[in-house]
């Protein structure tokens, strides 16, 4: 059964905005914050983490108390805002977001705090194009859980197969595909992909390339 295209849930750091965090950094930072307090052990392959699945791994001990998590939510918040200063648009962004309004709903779903996350949008001016944006506070679980994207469905009302989600990252894929919503990956590095065992819908080196997909959404019963 064919459903129409309502909506897509766009990732934010390296989708829409071209970040400066330095994710690694901040990862680093997070990892050493927690060894430090005896809420993780020393020696993890950091490799295979990001900053979320490293915070969700220490909320999982059930050691962490209020004001270790708040000190451990400052360091990530300090890396967001001192990155986000500055930030460029995707190239693309602007175009396909002012053909996508009033089209589709659109959200942005990103493991930033919703402070840093708004201050980048507002300083591109870009923030009147979502319906929705969703950062850490308002979810229970970071990418790649899929409780962000869960909320925007239950936000709208809609179901998993009326929705396409944009992102760059394993973790976007991972949550993205685990809350039943279509995945096109941007610019991804599909070694990664492959290895988290996250399979994309559709690939864009391009965010332009995103409006000849969602025609092909809109008009067949699936993108290959």
């Not at 708040?70 to 300090?78: E, G, P, S």
């Not at 850490?136 to 990418?143: G, T």
Request: proline share 3%; charged share 30%; aromatic share 8%.
């Amino acid at each position: 059964m064919k459903h129409p295209l309502k909506g897509i849930v766009f990732d934010m750091d390296n989708t829409i905005l071209r970040s400066r965090i330095d994710f690694q950094a901040m990862k680093n930072a997070t990892y050493q914050f927690l060894v430090s307090k005896e809420i993780l052990s020393d020696g993890y392959d950091l490799s295979y983490h990001t900053t979320s699945t490293i915070v969700e791994e220490a909320i999982q001990t059930n050691r962490m108390s209020e004001e270790l998590r708040n000190d451990m939510w400052d360091i990530a918040k300090k890396h967001e805002v001192c990155g986000m200063k500055g930030a460029d648009l995707e190239p693309g962004a602007v175009e396909v977001l002012s053909k996508l309004k009033g089209r589709y709903q659109l959200a942005i779903v990103t493991n930033n705090s919703v402070e840093a996350a708004g201050i980048a949008l507002r300083d591109n001016d870009i923030s009147e194009y979502f319906d929705f944006i969703i950062g850490r506070e308002l979810i229970k679980a970071l990418k790649p859980s899929p409780d962000g994207y869960l909320r925007v469905l239950d936000e709208f009302k809609h179901s998993a197969n009326e929705w396409l989600s944009v992102g760059d990252s394993w973790i976007d894929g991972k949550a993205s595909i685990s809350a039943g919503i279509r995945f096109i990956a941007y610019r991804s590095d599909k070694e990664k992909l492959k290895q988290m065992k996250v399979c994309p819908t559709g690939e864009v080196s391009n965010l332009l390339e995103l409006m000849s997909l969602i025609e092909q959404f809109e008009e067949g019963p699936a993108i290959r």
